[in-house]
């Protein structure tokens, strides 16, 4: 079960409560300047970066900015350990071996475990699969079970952020900029 607002990082949180201003405040010194510079054009491609965050749900989840207001609205809908085990499984990927054992049991009880405290809604057979897994971790040995939350929140929650007051919100004010 989702902890709360105050299971987000505290950067992130940060983030997503300054995103709207941030690009908010990015259209506005675009619409007041008849002079760009070139570090403008580097905020302006910033401002209509919400914007493409509705062409793909890869596009929401590899913005920095995007994945910190797509986890904050999880929260919000008391899904985020969703997006909690997807990252969880991101940086798995990258232990070093001598630290994968304990990673893996970690991850395995926080997320997939029958009694876990933030478990993910997976079948029966991925669940299985990955308790067959651990008996020897590896990179891969949550693979199927990210895959499957993947395509859980691309499928059911980025439909509902995209329809979202926030997001809706934010590329109004990007589009009338």
Known sequence: MCRGLESLPITCLERAKELRALFGSLLQRS???GQHKKSDKL???EVNEPLKWKESFDNLMSSQN???LFRAFLVSEYSEENIAFYLACEDYRT??????????????EEFIDSDAPREVNIDHA????TKENMKRPKQSCFDQAQDRIYTLMEKDCYPRFLRSSVYLELTR???TG
Do not use: N, Q
């Not at 990673?103 to 395995?108: D, G, R, V």
């Not at 991925?126 to 699969?129: M, P």
């Open 66 to 68: 995007g994945l910190c």
């Open 95 to 108: 232990s070093k071996p001598s630290k994968m054992a304990t990673k893996a049991k970690k991850i395995y």
């Open 31 to 33: 619409d007041h300047t």
């Open 43 to 45: 905020r302006l491609h």
């Open 173 to 175: 004010k990007t589009k």
């Open 126 to 129: 991925t669940k299985e699969l």
